[in-house]
């Protein structure tokens, strides 16, 4: 297959489906906000916050793209290498993202019942982050 074509399905890929867990994690999360606030509206802004917080693997597939976007696979640079790499990144992205929104809507059904788990449920869900930023910088690196 082209390598022109290997890479742009890369780029697509590390796009998407970094974006795809981004939507997915951000509506774990949001769906979990909407019914805490039935039990304690006063604290929406936690909820909004920890909602948004699986929407950074999106912008880090994002990053990623736009770095790499004007590689030139026809001179050198093996498309075969950003397909796989992309994947790798979707997928890591993905996965973290939807974990993510997992974990802070744990945390927000937790808060909507009374106990104080804000910066707690904060500190968890940079767990799954890590390995997103690990995934960004690898890509970084690699071209």
Same mark, same amino acid.
């Given at each position: 297959?082209?390598? /022109? ?20 994690? *951000? ?22 916050v920890l909602?948004?917080?699986?929407? +950074? ?19 050198g640079v ?8 992309? *994947?790798? /990144?979707?997928? /890591?992205?993905?996965?973290?993202? @939807? ?8 945390? @927000?059904? +937790? +808060?909507?019942?009374?106990?104080? #788990?804000? #910066?707690? +449920?904060? @500190?968890?869900?940079? $767990? ?9 910088v690898a /890509? $970084?690196?690699?071209?």
């Amino acid at each position: 297959m082209d390598q /022109v074509l290997l890479g742009y399905i890369g780029l697509g890929l590390m796009l998407g489906l970094s974006g795809f867990g981004s939507v997915y994690g *951000t509506t774990i999360a949001g769906n979990a906000a909407l019914g805490a606030m039935k039990k304690d509206p006063s604290r929406s802004a936690n909820y909004m916050v920890l909602s948004a917080l699986p929407a +950074t693997q999106g912008l880090y597939g994002f990053i990623a793209f736009f770095m790499n976007k004007g590689l030139d696979f026809s001179a050198g640079v093996s498309g075969l290498m950003m397909l796989c790499v992309g *994947t790798i /990144v979707g997928l /890591v992205c993905l996965f973290s993202a @939807i974990r993510q929104g997992q974990v802070c809507a744990n945390g @927000i059904a +937790t +808060t909507a019942q009374g106990h104080d #788990v804000f #910066v707690n +449920t904060m @500190i968890y869900a940079a $767990l799954p982050e890590f390995y997103a930023i690990l995934a960004l910088v690898a /890509v $970084l690196m690699a071209f």
